[in-house]
């Protein structure tokens, strides 16, 4: 059960989440728990889909951003975004089993997502410090600073959606990954 309340369905949200709700709801099929937590803040639930959507228009692939997640996710031990982000990723992103162990181990299998997923990483653990040299790796592999500025935007979305859920303890409706569990 979540230490935060959040709302059974979207007419039991407040009314300002509403309609976020329900264009939730259209393009997923479904809300899942994730978002009716952040509706109880209207403001958290239109920035996090605002800023959500302006990244889905940037320049990083949707499988870079969920190998990303992915990694973010196990990095800081988020069952709920782990096993959202394990669906996605293989239901819209189309990664392997042997890509998304990959990614939860901070790298990939593909060369130039492999230097996203390690940035980020190092962003993560850093907290932002990172060293000139991984900056300079991240470059050689082909990202440009705009690639690189939404590598740390996507961290920090995840970032917030890994510790929002943590701190509720949201109920996750996805086929539950445990982070403690990593695949061979």
Known sequence: MSRIP???????????????????????GS???LFRLASVSPAAL?????????LGKGRLPAATRERVALAVAQAN????????HTYLGKNLAKLDEAEIAANRAGRSNDAKA??????AIKVVDARGRVAV??????????YDD???????????????????NELAQTEIDFPVVDSTEIAA
């Open 133 to 142: 040299e991984d900056l300079r790796d991240v470059r050689e592999a082909g």
């Open 146 to 164: 705009g690639q690189i500025i939404e590598i740390v935007q996507h961290v920090a979305l995840n970032v917030w959606t890994n510790y929002l």
């Open 46 to 54: 239109e920035g996090y889909l605002s800023l959500s959507g302006a």
């Open 6 to 28: 959040y709302p059974i369905n979207i007419a039991a949200a407040p009314d300002a989440s509403q309609p976020l709700l329900q264009a939730v709801e259209k393009q997923l």
């Open 77 to 84: 031990g988020c069952n709920y975004c782990l096993s959202a």
């Open 31 to 33: 809300v899942p728990n």
């Open 114 to 119: 492999d230097a996203a997923v390690r940035f």
